[in-house]
């Protein structure tokens, strides 16, 4: 079946870094755009950095010049490279397939729990 586990969550200092992964199975995941996405603790649902089929990258204004976004299309994996980290990215952080046309994200993983400390 289609599936999405992400890893490398954990817990990290401020200032320091992590790289979160996304395996995919189950589709043709060079096909998707996919997007990564986070539920910091009593907050909602907050999109945080997008990649389409062409390498093109998109990041929110709060993760711009910290998080990196890429893909490995020959691993199918999604990556999230995270630097600078700040406590207030502690967060479930989320992988999920964008739909094949138009926006949103139709496919999403069990999430990974980012805890920063100060």
């Known amino acids: 079946e289609v599936q999405l586990v992400e890893s490398g969550g954990g817990l990290v200092q401020s200032g320091g870094s992590l790289r979160l992964s996304c395996a995919a199975s189950?589709?043709?995941?060079?096909?998707?755009?996919m997007s990564w996405a986070r539920q910091a603790p009593g907050k909602g649902l907050e999109w945080v950095s997008g990649?389409?089929?062409?390498?093109?990258?998109w990041h929110a204004d709060s993760v711009k010049g910290r998080f990196t976004i890429s893909r490995d299309n020959a691993k199918n994996t999604l990556y999230l490279q995270m630097n600078s980290l700040k406590s207030e990215d502690t967060a479930v952080f989320y992988c999920?397939?964008?739909?094949?046309?138009?926006?949103?994200?139709?496919?999403w993983g069990k999430g990974t729990l980012v805890t920063v400390s100060s």
């Open positions: 999920a397939r964008n739909f094949y046309s138009g926006y949103g994200m139709d496919i």
């Open positions: 189950g589709f043709t995941f060079s096909n998707y755009d």
């Open positions: 990649i389409n089929t062409h390498g093109n990258t």
